[in-house]
């Protein structure tokens, strides 16, 4: 709003200026709300405050739920007919605004907390330490529901094992190679190039092992999953009793981070579960955020390599601004060091 | 002095395009050796002992 000090200095200027012909600020106009503009300020305050009553006494004492019930029914059924009509005639017609979406937590999964991941930040690495015993508990834990395709023993060559432990690794397992010479079949250890051993043959007998769900692949889960690691670190400690009035089916367990609450893993994650072989203490959470770490890994294996390119990327933009700064003032120092002047040549007096 | 030695750049790295070419070429190769060296080297400090070839030394036979 436009004080009044503000007021009286326009009027001001105007009356200085008066060898002008005057023109009037709009705002000093009458117009149909009023004077002035403090004036229509008053209009316009008086005319929310008397429509925010008004509307306030038809919602509550004229239009009533009661009252509108049958109307919105009526609507209601209309377009429900009018979709059904549409659909006789092949068109899905979605009408706005009569669909009310409500948000429930419950059904899309509590929002896990932000939990300081060190490897968030810019410029740091992951911590391989961690991948290595986050490897460690996925193979003696995880392992046993959840395969992991697309990682492959080499691929931890150089990130969490040395090349004679990742060959140790893979040939724990044994793969189905072949066909041989007489076209059967065989089995042979693991090798490097082998993925990590699936613990179930097909996604069928998955299924049938634990009680009709699926235990999804882990090579890509931090990328899937909304929160993704936070998710991930809060659904493996997020197990707790159900609250009163929740009833979990025999074979589910309830986790308030799992959307709907109810899902088909077991907790898996215990204190002491693993022995870690680097004196890490073994706790829970340790271990959550350790595997965590390794799924995180799994996901983003370019992770280290794009975080060093971009700080190179960063120094070498900043090489190039302050050249091209510099090179714009070279060449602009011709434009504003130039005098312009004016040297009127002779004329003739009018 | 320094007009001696803006004489001596100017004759041998400006007067002829094949000797500005090998320039350029010749400071892009050691720029990069030297910028790569440098930001490994910033890189590995930010992140010392969490990089595998801090810890490899505990596992290597």
Known sequence: MLSKVAYTTTARAFRASSTFRPVRFASTQAGPFGANRKAAMMWFTKAAAASAIVGYGISNYV?????MAPVYKAVSEASTELKKKAKEFGIELEIPFTVAHAFSTADHGLHPPHYPWDHYSPWKSYDHASIRR?????????????????????????????????????????????????????????????????????????????????????????????????????????????????????GLHYNPYFPGGAIAMARSIFDEVVDYEDGTPNNASQLAKDVTTFLSWASYPEHDERKKMGLKTLAISAMLLGLSVWWKRFKWSYVKSKKIVYRPGKFDEV | ??????????????????????????????????????SDRVWDSINKGRQWKDIRDKYIQ
Request: hydrophobic share 40%; with cysteine.
């Open chain 1, 63 to 67: 239009l009533t739920d009661d009252r």
């Open chain 1, 134 to 250: 986050g490897f460690q508990v996925y193979k003696e834990v995880c392992s046993a529901c959840h395969s992991m395709d697309y990682i492959y023993y080499r691929n931890l060559v150089g990130v969490s094992h040395t090349e004679a432990e990742a060959k140790a690794l893979a040939a724990e397992y044994e793969y189905e190679d072949g066909p041989d010479d007489s076209g059967q079949m065989f089995m042979r250890p693991g090798k490097l190039t082998d993925a990590m051993p699936k613990p179930y043959p097909n996604e069928e007998a998955a299924r049938a092992a634990n009680g009709g769900a699926y235990p999804p692949d882990l090579s890509c889960i931090v990328r899937a999953r909304h929160g993704e690691e936070d998710y991930i670190f809060a659904l493996l400690l997020g197990y707790c009793d159900p609250p009163a009035g929740v009833n979990i089916r025999e």
């Open chain 2, 1 to 38: 002095m320094a007009s001696a030695i803006a004489k001596q750049t100017y004759n041998v790295f400006f007067r002829r395009s094949s000797a500005y070419l090998a320039g350029i070429f010749a400071s892009a190769f050691a720029f990069e050796i030297a910028f790569d060296t440098v």
